[in-house]
């Protein structure tokens, strides 16, 4: 009943919208990793620049280990730039950095839509480990206990799902800032600006198929308990 012709209806195109944006930043970063930019910034350099631009004090930045693993962490006010990225002068470097410390300027200035995606996240994060186990565990049993099961699963997923959504403003708010800052301060030049917008907006897109592909979920799981309820009827 959960694998049946509608369910891969909705679900199989978002998986492959999700991995095509997955191809389409990496091949992006990889192809902008091999350019460097003419002023020889390093990607921690461009963080730097872009907290001290806004003012921002006290964010360390930091080297971590991988590949893509850049990333802000609000709990210890730290940016997080992986092998390619903090000591790599290339244009893609430079604009992934910018970007994290776009999340850390958010964090800094109290941004709205950041605050509620940071309110949501630990209903979020039960909902994505429990939601699907409640949900099953409604579909196995007859008795009423099952409709508590099933509708504590659908609020779970749903707060899973209004997650992935209110992280869209919040990273596209993130590149937006790098972009202006990039562009405004001249970090880098024509082709070398346009590359580091063409990785950003690539990235971008892997979160827009992440929110599609988790409303089409919840849409699934709620065809799913109604014809349930349907048959028991």
């Known amino acids: 009943m959960i694998f049946n012709s509608s369910?891969?209806?909705?679900?199989?195109?978002c998986i492959i919208v999700s991995m095509y944006c997955q191809f389409k930043v990496k091949s992006a970063f990889a192809k902008y990793s091999?350019?460097?930019?003419?002023?020889?910034?390093?990607?921690a350099m461009a963080a730097e620049y872009v907290l001290r631009q806004n003012g921002v004090t006290g964010v360390r930045i930091e080297h971590i280990a991988g590949n893509l693993t850049d990333h802000f962490d609000p709990r210890t006010n730290v940016i997080r730039l992986s092998d390619n990225v903090y000591n790599s002068s290339s244009v893609a470097a430079v604009g992934v950095?910018?970007?994290?410390?776009?999340?850390?300027?958010?964090?800094?200035?109290?941004?709205?839509?950041?605050?509620?995606?940071?309110?949501?996240?630990?209903?979020?994060?039960?909902?994505?480990?429990?939601?699907?186990?409640?949900?099953?565990?409604?579909?196995?049993?007859?008795?009423?206990?099952?409709?508590?099961?099933?509708?504590?699963?659908?609020?779970?997923?749903?707060?899973?799902?209004?997650?992935?959504?209110?992280?869209?403003?919040?990273?596209?708010?993130?590149?937006n800032r790098a972009l202006k800052c990039i562009r405004e301060n001249q970090l880098l030049f024509g082709d070398e600006y346009e590359g580091a917008?063409?990785?950003?907006?690539?990235?971008?897109?892997?979160?827009?198929?992440?929110?599609?592909?988790?409303?089409?979920?919840?849409?699934?799981?709620?065809?799913?308990?109604?014809?349930?309820?349907?048959?028991?009827?």
């Open 7 to 13: 369910y891969f209806l909705l679900i199989v195109p």
């Open 34 to 43: 091999k350019i460097q930019n003419s002023r020889n910034m390093t990607g």
């Open 97 to 175: 950095a910018a970007h994290e410390a776009g999340h850390a300027v958010q964090h800094a200035q109290n941004y709205l839509p950041n605050k509620i995606r940071t309110a949501i996240l630990p209903v979020a994060r039960i909902g994505s480990q429990f939601s699907w186990i409640l949900i099953v565990l409604g579909l196995a049993f007859s008795a009423r206990a099952s409709y508590v099961l099933l509708y504590l699963g659908i609020i779970l997923f749903s707060a899973s799902t209004l997650f992935t959504i209110a992280t869209l403003p919040v990273e596209f708010n993130a590149s």
């Open 197 to 233: 917008k063409e990785t950003l907006s690539a990235a971008a897109m892997t979160y827009v198929a992440a929110a599609l592909t988790s409303v089409m979920q919840l849409l699934r799981i709620i065809l799913i308990v109604a014809g349930n309820n349907d048959r028991r009827r």
